[in-house]
């Protein structure tokens, strides 16, 4: 059984950096894509980054692009979101989510993580 758990989330001052940890358990994910996505309240859910395990090539969202860096450690089995100079409107509900190489669509979702920043 698949298995996504986020933790890293909190509460953090406008300009201010958190790490987002996602470990993944329940299979092989060396021909997967580990992304990242988010929800403020009121929004949609959307993109943030996504990085393919096994060649760790990557993909931003034009709106993270420069701050954030997702990267991932096959060791552990854990995928990583290093996001720099928070702004008040990064404030979400942050989702690890995986796919398979060779389609569009994510199956496995994680349970989230909150990432408030103040302003």
């Known amino acids: 059984q698949v298995q996504l758990v986020e933790s890293g989330g909190g509460l953090v001052q406008a300009g201010g950096s958190l790490r987002l940890s996602c470990a993944a358990s329940?299979?092989?994910?060396?021909?997967?894509?580990m992304g990242w996505f988010r929800q403020a309240p009121g929004k949609e859910r959307e993109f943030v980054a996504h990085i393919s395990w096994s060649r760790g090539s990557t993909y931003y969202a034009d709106s993270v692009k420069g701050r954030f860096t997702i990267s991932r450690d096959n060791a552990k089995n854990t995928v990583y979101l290093q996001m720099n100079s928070l702004k008040p409107e990064d404030t979400a509900v942050y989702y690890c989510a995986a796919r398979y190489l060779d389609r569009d669509l994510y199956d496995y979702w994680g349970q989230g993580t909150q990432v408030t920043v103040s302003s």
């Open positions: 329940g299979r092989t994910f060396s021909s997967y894509v």
